[in-house]
C-alpha cells in the first residue's frame, strides 16, 4: 500500500492527545491528510484554535473535532471521548502525545513532583486509553501508539522523575499489547530523544542558564552527542506514529520504536 496517500487512514478516526505540543500537533497534520478523521485535545485553547485553523486547509472541517480538555481529570476524559465520538464516530486510533518534562535531581525532587510526572505521562494516558479500548474490543479493531522516550529505555543524569513515567508507558505499553492482539489491537511506543519541540527548547534554556552557557551552546552540545549530529525534527516522530497506525505495520506489535539520531543502538 502507498504508506502515505491520501486514503491510507480513509474511514479511521484517530483522537490526539498533547495536540498543542510539537509531536501531537505534526501527527494530527500527517494523518489528516492520510484521510483520516481527527479528533484533537490539549489544555492551550488558543493552540488548539490554530491547530483547527490549519487542519482546515488540509481537510475538510468534517473531519475535524476539537475539545480543550485536561486528562488528568477523569470526568474531562470520559467527556472528551463521548463527544468526540458523538462528533466523528468510533474512535479506531489512539496517540497518547501528552506529557511534561524535567531535570531535577533526586535531592531537588519532592513527592510532588514525581506524582504530577506519573500522572501526566503514564496514569491519565493509562485511564483514557482503558475507557477507549473497550469500545474498541467491541469492533476487535484498532491501534493505539503511545508517545514514549528514549528515557523510557535508560536513565539520564537528573531525569529520576520523568524516565520513571517513561519506564511505566513502556512496560505499559508491552503488557498491554499481549493483551490487545488478540482483539486485533495493535499497541505500540515510539521512543523519541530530543525533538525539537517548545519542551526540549525549553529544557536547552532552563541547562543554559544553569550552567552559564548560551542556548546555542547547549543546544550545540546536544547535537555534538548525536551519530547523526541532528535533532529531530516532529514530523519525523509524527511519520513514524502515522507509519505505526497504518496497515503496513499490521505485523509491529508491543514495540518501543527508537528516533535517537543513532545515540541509542539494541
Keep these: 500500500m502507498a504508506i502515505f496517500s491520501k486514503d491510507a487512514l480513509e474511514g479511521r478516526h484517530v483522537l490526539i492527545t498533547g495536540a498543542t505540543g510539537g509531536i501531537g500537533r505534526e501527527t494530527a497534520k500527517i494523518v489528516a491528510q492520510m484521510g483520516a478523521k481527527v479528533t484533537i485535545t490539549g489544555r492551550n485553547a488558543d493552540?488548539?484554535?490554530e491547530l483547527r485553523q490549519e487542519l482546515e486547509g488540509l481537510t475538510d472541517a468534517s473531519k475535524l473535532f476539537v475539545q480543550q480538555a485536561d486528562i488528568t481529570e477523569e470526568a474531562e476524559r470520559t467527556q472528551l471521548v463521548s463527544n468526540a465520538r458523538d462528533a466523528l464516530g468510533f474512535i479506531s486510533d489512539l496517540v497518547n502525545a501528552a506529557g511534561i518534562a524535567g531535570n531535577k535531581t533526586v535531592n531537588q525532587l519532592e513527592e510532588a513532583d514525581i506524582q504530577a510526572m506519573l500522572t501526566v505521562n503514564y496514569l491519565s494516558a493509562f485511564s483514557l486509553t482503558k475507557e477507549i479500548y473497550q469500545k474498541m474490543q467491541e469492533k476487535q479493531q484498532g491501534n493505539i501508539v503511545n508517545v514514549a522516550s528514549l528515557s523510557g529505555l535508560r536513565g539520564t543524569y537528573g531525569n529520576s522523575a520523568y524516565a520513571s513515567s517513561k519506564f511505566a508507558m513502556i512496560g505499559w505499553t508491552q503488557s498491554m499489547a499481549l493483551e490487545a492482539i488478540a482483539y486485533n489491537i495493535r499497541v505500540n511506543a515510539v521512543c523519541p530523544g530530543f525533538v525539537d519541540t517548545e519542551m526540549v527548547q525549553g529544557l536547552f534554556e532552563?541547562?543554559?542558564?544553569?550552567?552559564?552557557?548560551?542556548?546555542?551552546?547547549?543546544?550545540?552540545?546536544?547535537?555534538?552527542?548525536?551519530?547523526?549530529?541532528?535533532?529531530?525534527?516532529?514530523?519525523?516522530?509524527?511519520?513514524?506514529i502515522a507509519y505505526l497506525l497504518t496497515d503496513a505495520a499490521r505485523n509491529i506489535v508491543g514495540e518501543s520504536v527508537k528516533i535517537s539520531g543513532g545515540a541509542v543502538m539494541r
Excluded at 542558564?209 to 552540545?221: A, F, G, H, I, L
Excluded at 552527542?225 to 509524527?238: C, F, M, N, R
Design 206 to 240: 532552563a541547562k543554559a542558564e544553569n550552567t552559564n552557557q548560551s542556548y546555542e551552546q547547549v543546544r550545540k552540545t546536544a547535537e555534538d552527542s548525536l551519530p547523526s549530529q541532528k535533532i529531530t525534527a516532529p514530523d519525523e516522530v509524527g511519520n513514524t
Design 47 to 49: 493552540k488548539l484554535a
